[in-house]
């Protein structure tokens, strides 16, 4: 069966109430189109998995304004004052976490792993309501592991396997979302046949990739 899908097929597997991690970085890496077709369709009462949200009027942002989030999960909310907004009206509950912590709770969720420790946070509020275990004198906080339920990614290069290749910065937090959700999307840039990508070129293998679609209108 092949993994191409049409956009209207791929947000289907998207539904209210789901938790849904969505690569880039400041709107660089992400998937516009699909995002845009979130916001066409309305799906709402999400929980947001993503490293920011982005710019009112780019990327996340869109759905951040269409108010389709109930909580997000980002290391920072400057970029989008109505982020903050609606944070400091009660209206979506944000949650914090430093960038590398977060990263590795999406690459720990992905492994399989019960949690990790970091040093990050401790004496500060990012320690509240956390474990902390001291090994060899040091205070560490244990953090738990993030998965979800669909992952939305971008790639410049896609083949009809799923394998694929990211473009300089577009890569960051992508391949770790990949592994990290029960179903993973991937708007391709460009989607080229099975083997035309170098294998050394391959970031993502298509094994962690259900459906590829193609960035555009």
């Not at 993503?50 to 869109?62: L, S, W």
């Not at 989030?69 to 609606?86: A, C, D, M, P, Y």
């Not at 492994?111 to 309501?129: D, I, S, W, Y």
Request: hydrophobic share 40%.
């Amino acid at each position: 069966m092949s993994k191409v899908k049409t956009m209207q097929e791929a947000i289907e597997y998207i539904q209210d109430g789901m938790t849904v991690m969505v690569g880039g970085f400041l709107g660089c890496g992400s998937p516009h189109y699909v995002i845009d077709a979130l916001v066409a369709k309305g799906v709402k009462e999400l929980t947001l998995i993503c490293n920011d949200t982005a710019f009112p009027e780019q990327g996340v942002g869109k759905m951040i304004v269409n108010k389709q989030f109930k909580k997000v999960i980002v290391s920072h909310i400057g970029t989008n004052l109505e982020t903050g907004r609606q944070m400091n009206e009660g209206e979506t509950e944000v949650v914090l976490v430093p960038q590398g912590t977060l990263v590795e709770q999406i690459r720990a969720g992905g492994a399989g792993l019960g949690g990790f420790l970091t040093h990050t946070g401790v004496g500060t509020r990012v320690e509240e309501g956390k474990e902390k275990i001291e090994i060899n004198g040091k205070t560490y906080l244990l953090e738990m592991p993030l998965k979800a339920d669909v992952a939305i990614i971008f790639g410049n290069k896609v083949d009809k396997k799923g394998n694929i290749y990211y473009r300089g910065a577009s890569r960051n937090f992508n391949p770790a979302m990949a592994t990290a959700a029960d179903v993973v999307i991937v708007e391709a840039e460009e989607i080229v046949e099975a083997g035309e990508i170098e294998p050394e070129n391959v970031v993502t293998p298509g094994i962690f990739v259900d459906h590829i679609v193609r960035g555009e209108v």
